[in-house]
């Protein structure tokens, strides 16, 4: 069965660093785009980032470009995010995700991380 795990969250002053990474098991995940998600206190989950499969090619959200890096190392099966200058606004539950077949299924679905809280303080 998939299953992604998230670690590395915390409190952190604003101007700090995080990382976080995210082990993933159940699947080839090197066939699979993998993302970053992100859900503010009181706010829908918003797209914070993507890497292609063999992490050749990112993309972020505006809202982090210049100070996030998304990475992956797929020989450990895990993804990253390297989050730099953080602001309190960057304060959410982080999440991975990756769209791969379902179980003994024939089609994809979303699979989502039990997430990681990141808190920034001022």
């Known amino acids: 069965q998939v299953q992604l795990v998230e670690s590395g969250g915390g409190l952190v002053q604003a101007g700090g660093s995080l990382r976080l990474s995210c082990a993933a098991s159940?699947?080839?995940?090197?066939?699979?785009?993998m993302d970053w998600y992100r859900q503010p206190p009181g706010k829908e989950r918003e797209f914070v980032a993507t890497?292609?499969?063999?992490?050749?090619?990112?993309y972020y959200a505006d809202s982090v470009k210049g100070r996030f890096t998304i990475s992956r190392d797929n020989t450990k099966n895990t993804l990253y995010l390297q989050m730099a200058s953080l602001k309190p606004e960057d304060t959410a539950i982080y999440y991975c995700?990756?769209?791969?077949?379902?179980?003994?299924?024939?089609?994809?679905?979303?699979?989502w991380g039990q997430g990681t809280q990141v808190t920034v303080s001022s």
């Open positions: 995700h990756v769209k791969a077949p379902a179980d003994s299924r024939d089609y994809f679905q979303d699979y």
């Open positions: 159940g699947r080839t995940f090197s066939w699979y785009n």
């Open positions: 890497i292609s499969r063999s992490g050749g090619s990112t």
